[in-house]
Each structure stands twice: as structure tokens, then as C-alpha cells.
């Protein structure tokens, strides 16, 4: 069982630029959760996710941010017109049961995205 | 949805020394609580969890944590911290979503 694979490791954007971030999540895993790692800073939930569905995105930022997980393929974070401030550890987490609630999360190795 | 605070940024201790992290989530009810740990460069790894029952849990590394209901907390302990130890450790809370405290980060110095 491979876990849970994101890519790329690493991803390196120039102002403006747009970045994917792509999870995919334990086999037999349907649901999908993104958080951030700001440096100095712990992790913060952006969205959860379920084939096809939006299930919580409250913390994601209103603008510029997407995230989809689809029924066929990984899931995948975007963020357009990127900032420095975008500059930060996304981790992605998936889970069999709604919410973890029975048998917890299981994390990818992250994308580090540097905004240059 | 749960918040979790953890009592300490930064600690610095040495090999041998014991440890101990608090933990306080913000409510009660039924909760699942984790500790993860982040070696340096590295994803996060699973330390140990409490979902029900024995109140003190036994984890990977060495490493156990308490919960105590009247007192919100899920303190994580080890006897004898080694150099390896050197990490950064999150405390997490489970209604439907993971809420992860701010972290503390252990240096063990040999």
C-alpha cells in the first residue's frame, strides 16, 4: 500500500504564477483533507473533501484558492496568482471513514512551495 | 470545532531527561485525540492515539500520553528522551476534522 502520494515535493513558482498540488489518497480512501504549515507555525485545515464533493472549506481564503477532488483521479489543491505569502508546507491527509472519526488520518510526505 | 493549545513552543533539554508535553483541547464530549511528531525535512508521523478506553496510551518511540477528562488534557510523557528525539510535535484533536495545536518543538542536545 503505497499511502498517501503528493506531488510534486517541491514546487517552485514566480509571482503570478499558478500552482497544482496534487494528493492521492490511500487505496480505498475517499475522503481528502488539506493543510497548510506556515514557517514557525503548526497546521492549519484549508478543506475536506469527498469524491466529487466540498465538504468543509472553511479555511480555505476566499480568493485564489480551489480545491476539487474528482471521481476519477487525484485531488488537487490550486492556487492562482500566487504571493510570497503563499510560500508554505501543504500537507494532504485521507482517511476511509467520514471525518477520521473511527480510524484517524493518514499523511503524505507534502508539497513545499516556494514563491519566488 | 475543537481548538487544541499546546503549553509549550520550544523545548530544550538532554539526553536522558524526561519529557513532557501539555496538551488542553477546548472541549468535552465525546473527542479523539492524537500526538504527531515531525522530524526535521519530514512528513508527520503517528505517535500514539486515544480514542476510548485505558485513559493512558501507549505509543511508538518510547512515548505514552495521558488523558484526563476533568482536565481537557493529553499530555504526552517519555522517561528518557534521546538525541533522535529532536522534532517537532503536534498535538491533535478529532470531532470531524483534525485541529492540530501550534506545535512544540524538542531539542535534545547530546
Known amino acids: 500500500n503505497a499511502g498517501v502520494m503528493q506531488n510534486p515535493r517541491h514546487l517552485v513558482r514566480r509571482r503570478g504564477q499558478e500552482a497544482r498540488l496534487r494528493c492521492s489518497p490511500m487505496k480505498g480512501h475517499s475522503h481528502v483533507y488539506w493543510y497548510r504549515q506556515l514557517p514557525e507555525e503548526g497546521l492549519k485545515f484549508m478543506v475536506y473533501?469527498?469524491?466529487?464533493?466540498?465538504?468543509?472549506e472553511s479555511g480555505m481564503p476566499k480568493e485564489r484558492f480551489s480545491a476539487e477532488f474528482p471521481k476519477e483521479g487525484p485531488s488537487i489543491l490550486r492556487i492562482q496568482q500566487v504571493v510570497r505569502g503563499d510560500s508554505a508546507a501543504y500537507f494532504c491527509?485521507?482517511?476511509?471513514?467520514?471525518?477520521?472519526?473511527?480510524?484517524?488520518?493518514?499523511f503524505g510526505s507534502g508539497t513545499r512551495l516556494t514563491v519566488v | 470545532a475543537q481548538s487544541v493549545s499546546q503549553h509549550n513552543h520550544h523545548v530544550i533539554l538532554s539526553e536522558a531527561a524526561s519529557l513532557e508535553l501539555g496538551c488542553n483541547y477546548s472541549?468535552?464530549?465525546?473527542?479523539?485525540l492524537f500526538w504527531y511528531v515531525q522530524y526535521p525535512g519530514q512528513h508527520l508521523q503517528l505517535l500514539l492515539k486515544?480514542?476510548?478506553?485505558?485513559?493512558l496510551v501507549k505509543g511508538i518511540k518510547g512515548f505514552e500520553a495521558e488523558f484526563i477528562k476533568s482536565k481537557f488534557s493529553f499530555n504526552l510523557r517519555k522517561p528518557s528522551v534521546q538525541w533522535s528525539d529532536t522534532a517537532e510535535y503536534f498535538c491533535a484533536a478529532l470531532d470531524y476534522k483534525l485541529s492540530f495545536g501550534a506545535g512544540t518543538t524538542v531539542t535534545v542536545r547530546a
Open positions: 486515544y480514542f476510548s478506553g485505558d485513559p
Open positions: 491527509a485521507s482517511s476511509l471513514d467520514t471525518g477520521g472519526t473511527s480510524y484517524g488520518y493518514t
Open positions: 473533501l469527498q469524491k466529487e464533493n466540498i465538504i468543509d
Open positions: 472541549y468535552g464530549g465525546t473527542v479523539n
